[in-house]
């Protein structure tokens, strides 16, 4: 799956997105989160306060406990500021 | 009654009198139509901006912002309603965002545009960054921009 990366996550973790393969007992978006937090030093520190980040599958928000299966891209970014 | 959505998410500025114009074009069943923009501060807290770069997750804002159109239109009896919202550099004195909604009566036009004001700003995947003199910064998001959007929540 594709997973992109915003704002100050994508400058902490040094890219903009990326492919990812999980493992099979990865299966929801908090399990990615942790998963991906173990890939190195930039990813624990973009995912060091994991409530703080959102999420979102297929362009649409979702919670930490929303199941990763089918999705074919993953985002995660800091809360929003627009407007 | 078939309301008539724009939006748009780009670099350059928008023009206010011809965004509303577009809107009213043409009909004669409006009878009310606001207009919100919101511009770009020198200031934050005191602290002087030198300018922001919005960033925005291209794809998910325009679906994002749509749901909340569609969600407008479904509440409030609208006419029209257009949505812009810049990316890029902006500095202090310029737009950011225009929303403005058309409805028969002013209080629909009012609600649905505070509405998306409100779902704008803690919902679309938009991020701003200030510059400074001292260096840039992320905005942090604000609590009270939370609370104004969960007024909307219907119970």
């Known amino acids: 799956m594709k997973v992109k990366y915003f704002a100050w ?8 997105e990326e492919q990812v393969e999980p493992p099979a007992g990865v299966s929801t978006v908090g399990e990615l989160i942790a ?19 959102r999420a979102a599958i297929d362009h649409v928000h979702v919670r930490p406990d929303a199941a990763i299966a089918g999705a074919s ?8 500021t627009g407007g | 009654m078939t309301a008539t959505v ?8 928008f023009d206010v009198a011809r965004e509303i114009a577009s809107l009213a074009k043409g009909r004669t069943d409006i009878g009310a139509v606001v207009s919100f923009s919101g511009l770009c501060r ?4 005191g602290k002087s901006i030198t300018a922001l770069t919005l960033e925005h997750y291209p794809g998910m804002a325009e679906a994002e912002i749509m749901r909340h159109a569609d969600e407008a239109t479904a509440r409030w009896p609208l006419t029209g309603l257009t949505i812009i919202h810049r990316v890029g550099r902006i500095t202090p004195g310029e737009n950011i965002v225009l929303v403005v909604t058309a409805s028969s009566h002013r209080q629909s036009a009012f609600q649905a545009a505070e509405f998306l004001m409100d ?9 701003k960054r200030e510059e400074r ?12 921009d939370d609370a104004a959007a969960a007024r909307w929540t219907r119970s």
């Open chain 1, 73 to 80: 891209e993953i985002a995660f970014f800091p809360p929003m």
């Open chain 2, 133 to 144: 003199e001292a260096g840039a910064s992320w905005v942090d998001a604000r609590a009270h």
């Open chain 2, 6 to 13: 724009t939006i748009r998410i780009q670099e350059a500025d």
């Open chain 2, 42 to 45: 020198g200031d934050d807290d």
């Open chain 2, 119 to 127: 779902y704008l700003k803690t919902n679309a995947p938009f991020w």
């Open chain 1, 35 to 53: 998963w991906l937090s173990e890939r190195g030093e930039s990813y624990a520190y973009a995912f060091e306060k994991p409530k703080v980040i």
């Open chain 1, 9 to 16: 996550v994508r400058e902490r973790i040094g890219l903009a």
